[in-house]
């Protein structure tokens, strides 16, 4: 079966500095995968996806990469604020049309002032 | 434009009692899911429908059936709720040209 692992379940770090959280897979390669964010009480809220055939993509202070040979994605937070505190999911799409996504643990993320 | 919506927000059931969770989605989109999230554990895909009129198991689909009642609606039903079924349930869908779900605020639910 899929297993995906989140590198830590808690990262403190001070506002300013950037925040990277890791993700990584075994046996299956993903044809996508995605990073959501979700706040206490609330669903998850998307943020980024990368493809299986792409190194790195960007969205304001956000970045991700994706090596298919590391079986690994990173997240980064650049600049972080108190306001980014939140726990961040990494999910992995197998490449069917049915969208079926396998999620990780998540890592809770702490900016503190 | 609600996005995905889920009712009720909390539930308090007994061992043994009965429950619809439901869900429905303004957004035109054709895959729905259903997950839940327990403490320490990711997401799990309970069932999904990939259209109106099919539905598909998960990962965790035992206990639990589901109806695709039209396009917008999704629901998941506990015919006989356990302790074990205590979670919270988050309904979800897919807008096929990104490939991002979005996802309903959950029902937390819980089991005596």
């Known amino acids: 079966s899929q297993k995906i692992e989140q590198n830590s379940e808690a990262l403190n770090i001070q506002e300013g500095k950037t925040a990277t959280l890791t993700c990584n897979y075994t046996?299956?390669?993903?044809?996508?995968l995605q990073w959501y964010r979700q706040d206490p009480g609330r669903g998850p809220v998307f943020l980024l996806l990368i493809r299986e055939n792409e190194k790195e993509k960007r969205k304001e202070r956000l970045k991700v990469t994706f090596d298919t040979t590391l079986k690994q994605s990173l997240f980064h937070i650049t600049a972080s604020q108190p306001a980014d505190s939140a726990t961040y999911l990494c999910a992995l799409d197998r490449g069917s049309t049915l969208g079926r996504l396998y999620f990780g643990r998540g890592t809770q993320l702490t900016v503190w002032p | 434009n609600a996005g995905v919506t889920q009712t009720p927000k909390f539930q308090v059931l007994k061992t043994g009692q009965s429950m619809t969770l439901q869900c429905a989605q303004d957004?035109?989109?054709?895959?729905m899911y259903w997950y839940r999230q327990d403490p320490g554990m990711g997401l799990r895909l309970i069932y999904y429908?990939?259209?109106?009129?099919?539905?598909d198991k998960g990962e965790v689909p035992n206990g639990y059936n589901v109806s695709r009642l039209n396009k917008r609606e999704f629901s998941l039903r506990l015919e006989s709720a356990a302790p074990s079924q205590t979670s919270v349930y988050f309904c979800?869908?897919?807008?096929?040209?990104?490939?991002?779900?979005?996802f309903g605020p959950g029902t937390r639910l819980t089991v005596l």
């Open positions: 957004m035109n989109h054709n895959s």
């Open positions: 979800a869908s897919l807008d096929g040209a990104a490939d991002t779900q979005y």
């Open positions: 429908s990939a259209s109106e009129g099919t539905t």
């Open positions: 046996n299956y390669s993903p044809a996508y």
